[in-house]
């Protein structure tokens, strides 16, 4: 479960700034670009340079990375059908759980800094938050 106050100051920030739907696709169409252009890299530029068990690692981002692109272009296209508050949450969410999980995985991958572990799991716990909250946002949605 997510920290209350994570969860209050993402709630907030989110009400305090309502994001139109077009930020929201444009975040999911720059990280559609993003997996695609790191996938390529990964196949082509690391896959003699990384371990098998790295490899699984970059590609579990990767995926993550662009499951998640593709969520964000839906919630900026249900925005443009109503603006909601739980969906600009969900939608927060999910980008910044995808940054923490995504970004810490490749970060693992590429270099010898273990400091960002702790990242993983708290981008996991935020991407759980945006999938609840979607379910919510769109159940409330008429």
Known sequence: MLPPAIVLAVFVVGRAHMP?????????ALGGFLAVALGAFGAHALR???SVSQM???????????????VLLLVGVCLRHGASQFL????????TGTTF?????YILCLSSLRGVVWLTPLGGL?????WATLAWGLFRQR
Not at 56 to 70: E, I, R
């Open 101 to 105: 999980f995504c970004g810490s995985l």
């Open 56 to 70: 699984a690692t970059f590609s579990t981002a990767n995926d993550y990375l662009m499951s998640h692109s593709l």
């Open 20 to 28: 139109g739907s077009r930020v929201w696709l444009c975040c999911g």
């Open 48 to 50: 003699s340079v990384l």
């Open 126 to 130: 935020l991407l759980l938050g945006g």
């Open 88 to 95: 600009v949450l969900a939608a927060t969410l999910f980008l």
